[in-house]
């Protein structure tokens, strides 16, 4: 399983789950821009 930020939405019920990564996709896409703009 997936580790859990605070924002991330994950809903748990018989077969399969739903994970959507909010916060973590935020944060990655924040990185990624930071990066580029450094270069």
């Known amino acids: 399983m997936y580790s859990l930020l605070p924002g991330d939405i ?3 019920k018989e077969g ?5 990564p909010v916060m973590t996709s935020i944060i990655s896409v924040l990185s990624l821009l930071f990066w580029l703009f450094r270069k």
């Open 16 to 20: 399969p789950g739903f994970y959507f």
């Open 10 to 12: 994950a809903v748990e």
